[in-house]
């Protein structure tokens, strides 16, 4: 009986591990090509992928996330 669940939650944990896999290749294939045309294009690839709420830079971005989390433990 306990041999059963077994194989039943492998199968599930395969399809699980089949679907993150085709989500992340298919994500993977969207942003190469992007940064393809970008760079075909001569545009910085970058400023078409805006940060948070809208920051042009890493830095700025990293700078509201931080602020972020630091509102929410306060």
Known sequence: M??????VLTTQRDG?????LGIY????????MLALAS??????????????EGARSVLDGVK???YT????LS
């Open 64 to 66: 509201s996330a931080v």
């Open 2 to 7: 306990a041999h059963e669940n077994v194989e």
């Open 25 to 32: 290749v298919a994500m993977f294939i969207v942003f190469l």
């Open 39 to 52: 760079l075909l294009f001569a545009q910085n690839w970058r400023s078409l992928l805006p940060g948070a």
């Open 69 to 72: 989390v630091m509102s929410q």
């Open 16 to 20: 699980a591990r089949e679907g993150f």
